[in-house]
């Protein structure tokens, strides 16, 4: 399974941007997507999670501004950031999983920067 990443780029406050992954291997029913992202000096952290129902759960940072989605179809996961801070400046992984043989496996997308900046 490979995740490919993209949408990342230069934003003001205040502005918006859209991720997107595809992830390959359309015949794989994926578990949880999510998006995590790291700052420089800091450690990687969830940003949002979206289970095959579509029910999501959000980092208390980024509720009320980002919306995560997913293409169960295309699977595909997107995130909607909106009302950008610089504290949002990150480079910004997505994730997968799903059973195999009753292992929970996962892949990691390659990253996209964003960067708010005036």
């Known amino acids: 399974v490979q995740l490919q990443a993209s949408g990342g780029g230069l934003v003001q406050p205040g502005g918006s941007l859209r991720l997107s992954c595809a992830a390959s291997?359309?015949?794989?029913?994926?578990?949880?997507m999510a998006w995590y992202r790291q700052a420089t000096g800091n450690q990687r952290e969830l940003v949002a999670k979206i289970i095959r129902n579509g029910v999501a759960n959000y980092a208390d940072s980024t509720k009320g501004r980002f919306t995560i989605s997913r293409d169960n179809v295309k699977n595909t996961v997107f995130l909607q950031l909106d009302s950008l801070k610089p504290e949002d400046t990150a480079v910004y992984y997505c994730y997968a999983d799903w059973f195999s043989n009753q292992v929970l496996m996962n892949a990691w997308g390659q990253g996209t920067l964003v960067t708010v900046s005036s």
């Open positions: 291997g359309s015949a794989f029913r994926f578990n949880a």
